[in-house]
């Protein structure tokens, strides 16, 4: 068996699991594989701004949606925002230049060097 294939099914199912992109169906019958991004309303009518897979965006009218369609786009509400991450204990041990620790007994200290490397 290729070494690759479960990686690239596990990357897959990574990729998947965190993009919201499902079927959408317009009134007409046709179909599509959008994620909804946002929800407005003018005059009491909503529609839905949709990201393409190719990542083009399209706005689409509630009323021009199959019913059950509809009603998740009239129902959508946008996802909570996560807030900002507490500070680390990690942060004070990580300097980003250095790191110091003690090996074996108290009093031998082994000092190591980090080097951080930003890709551009």
Known sequence: MNPLLPL??????????YAEFRTWTRADGKTAELELVSVT??????????????????TLAASGLSAPDAKLLEDWKPAAEV????????????????????VGSSKAVTKVKLTLVRER
């Not at 690239?8 to 699991?17: E, K, N, R």
């Not at 807030?83 to 003690?102: C, H, K, M, Q, W």
């Open 8 to 17: 690239s099914v596990m990357l897959l199912a990574t990729a998947s699991a």
């Open 41 to 58: 309303e003018v005059s009491g009518a909503k529609s839905g701004v949709f990201t393409m897979r190719n990542g083009s965006s399209v």
């Open 83 to 102: 807030p900002a991450a507490a500070p680390s204990v990690f942060d004070e041990i990580f300097d980003g230049t250095s790191l110091s620790s003690r």
